[in-house]
């Protein structure tokens, strides 16, 4: 993994693998579902990786032991809808305790700005570690609009999620969130006219639903 200390690169060869056959536009809905589903499984992996742990007792079935486990303020996943609830089951799957926050926004496809209309979260993120997650960081203002209404919730340790970003949307995200860290399958090249991210996968939503 590849990494400064506000944009994480995940490099491993699993995730490239699984990127490149959803970038394929003949991928089946099926297939992207699963494939996000899996890559979602491997970028909790990476996104984790360094949460404290902390000695405690406990008892194997010979003796008494000191063993790690995961100290400290608990996970919330928050997915962006649609397409970040690909990610989901994937991460749930690692973290099955993990409270969960679903982000309702689509973008106009006009304007481009993120239209909000669903939040429901945890009513105080204020002591929770919070895992804002969507496959597509394209002009940045989903995840921008996302991130502001988790603080409204009193959430201040917060990491983004995503398969790939523009890098447009990192400048724009790093701009209005400075604190919160980015992990990236990738970092394409740039937006097209329509805010699309060239090379890309399409639209994350329509691809994962079949709604196209
Ligand atoms: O960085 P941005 O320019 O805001 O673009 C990224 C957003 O666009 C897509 O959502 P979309 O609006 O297509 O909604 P959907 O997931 O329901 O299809 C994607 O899933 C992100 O949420
Ligand atoms: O390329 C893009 C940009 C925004 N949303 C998507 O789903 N794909
Ligand atoms: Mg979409």
Redesign the pocket.
């Known amino acids: 993994m590849l990494s400064n200390s506000d944009v994480h690169l995940v490099s491993h060869p699993l995730v490239q693998h699984k990127l490149s056959l959803m970038r394929e536009a003949d991928r089946s809905t099926k297939g992207f579902r699963e494939l996000l589903n899996e890559i979602g499984m491997l970028l909790c992996y990476e996104v984790t990786r360094d949460l404290p742990l902390e000695m405690v007792d406990i008892e194997t079935p010979l003796m008494a032991m000191k063993a790690p486990k995961i100290a400290g303020k608990k996970l919330t996943f928050a997915p962006?809808?649609?397409?970040?609830v690909g990610f989901l089951d994937g991460m749930l799957a690692l973290v099955p305790s993990a409270r969960v926050a679903h982000i309702g926004?689509?973008?106009d496809p006009q304007t481009?700005q993120?239209v909000e209309y669903y939040f429901k979260a945890p009513h105080d993120l204020s002591d929770r570690t919070v895992i804002l997650m969507?496959?597509?960081?394209?002009?940045?203002?989903?995840?921008s609009a996302a991130a502001s209404l988790l603080r409204t919730r009193g959430a201040q340790d917060m990491r983004f999620v995503c398969l790939l970003a523009a890098p447009e949307?990192i400048n724009h995200f790093q701009a209005e969130h400075p604190d919160i860290p980015i992990w990236t399958a990738a970092i394409d090249e740039k937006l097209n006219d329509h805010?699309y991210i060239l090379p890309g996968l399409g639209?994350?939503?329509?691809r994962m639903y079949g709604t196209k």
Request: charged share 20%; proline share 4%.
């Open positions: 962006i809808l649609r397409a970040g926004l689509y973008r481009l993120a969507d496959p597509m960081l394209a002009t940045g203002n989903s995840a949307g805010g639209d994350a939503g329509d």
